[in-house]
């Protein structure tokens, strides 16, 4: 950050803040080697789960557990996600603020439900007697799946952070990159939870 100094009538030196700007294309390359580091944890997760998704410790199996209705409904919500996450986009190219905060509040709800849905999903195998201490299956479960809902929640805080600058500032410079960051963000998250569905769920019910 710079600050310059200016005077006013009296004399009486102030001072305010520049907003520091980065170069979007340096901004852009930091964030996907972030991803990529992102990816590198995930993919220890799954290999982690694939070594240890069969060992049951002659407790119940994901065929016993997982509920694919309710799973699938979640999954639904994420991706719906993703889809108002672009209206919102197409929004910020058409410079429309309003709009651009109403399908990104309505991005926020789709992963709300996302997130407590989850949190249903957990707080019921806990209550069975299927916690992540039960056996080397489950602690993989909930360490792959508890990994993603936390990176689901910090993006949503960084939603809601950003609806805010949005509202205050409009649709400057900054929060344009701002913007761009979070949907490639949201859209990995997106990815990663269809490997999820797909590995952990799928092939756990129906391996």
Same mark, same amino acid.
């Given at each position: 950050?710079s600050?310059?100094?200016v005077?006013?009538?009296?004399e009486?030196p102030?001072?305010?803040?520049?907003?520091?700007?980065?170069p979007?294309n340096?901004?852009?390359?930091?964030?996907?080697?972030?991803?990529?580091?992102?990816?590198?944890?995930?993919?220890?997760?799954?290999?982690?789960?694939?070594?240890l998704g069969r060992?049951y410790a002659?407790?119940?199996?994901?065929a016993?557990?997982?509920?694919? *209705?309710l799973?699938a409904i979640n999954?639904?919500?994420l991706?719906?996600s993703?889809?108002?996450?672009?209206?919102a986009?197409?929004?910020?190219?058409?410079?429309?603020?309003m709009?651009?905060?109403?399908?990104?509040?309505i991005?926020g709800?789709?992963g709300?439900?996302?997130?407590?849905?989850e949190?249903y999903e957990?707080?019921?195998l806990?209550?069975?007697g299927?916690?992540?201490?039960r056996?080397?299956?489950l602690?993989?479960?909930?360490?792959?799946?508890?990994?993603?809902g936390l990176h689901v929640?910090?993006?949503?805080?960084w939603?809601?952070?950003?609806?805010?600058?949005v509202?205050?500032h409009?649709?400057n410079?900054? *929060?344009r990159?701002?913007?761009?960051?979070l949907?490639m963000?949201?859209?990995f998250?997106?990815?990663?939870?269809i490997g999820?569905?797909?590995?952990?769920y799928?092939?756990g019910?129906l391996?």
């Amino acid at each position: 950050m710079s600050a310059t100094q200016v005077q006013n009538t009296d004399e009486k030196p102030q001072f305010y803040v520049t907003e520091e700007h980065h170069p979007e294309n340096s901004t852009m390359l930091g964030f996907w080697l972030y991803l990529m580091s992102d990816c590198l944890i995930f993919a220890v997760l799954f290999a982690t789960h694939g070594v240890l998704g069969r060992n049951y410790a002659a407790g119940p199996s994901p065929a016993d557990l997982f509920d694919l *209705n309710l799973v699938a409904i979640n999954t639904a919500m994420l991706l719906l996600s993703s889809i108002t996450y672009g209206f919102a986009m197409l929004q910020m190219e058409r410079n429309a603020k309003m709009e651009t905060l109403v399908w990104l509040g309505i991005t926020g709800v789709f992963g709300a439900a996302f997130l407590g849905l989850e949190l249903y999903e957990f707080y019921h195998l806990i209550l069975e007697g299927a916690g992540p201490t039960r056996s080397a299956f489950l602690s993989s479960f909930f360490t792959l799946v508890g990994t993603h809902g936390l990176h689901v929640t910090f993006g949503m805080i960084w939603l809601i952070t950003l609806m805010v600058q949005v509202k205050k500032h409009g649709l400057n410079p900054e *929060n344009r990159r701002r913007l761009m960051c979070l949907s490639m963000f949201w859209h990995f998250l997106d990815v990663i939870w269809i490997g999820v569905f797909s590995f952990v769920y799928l092939l756990g019910v129906l391996g």
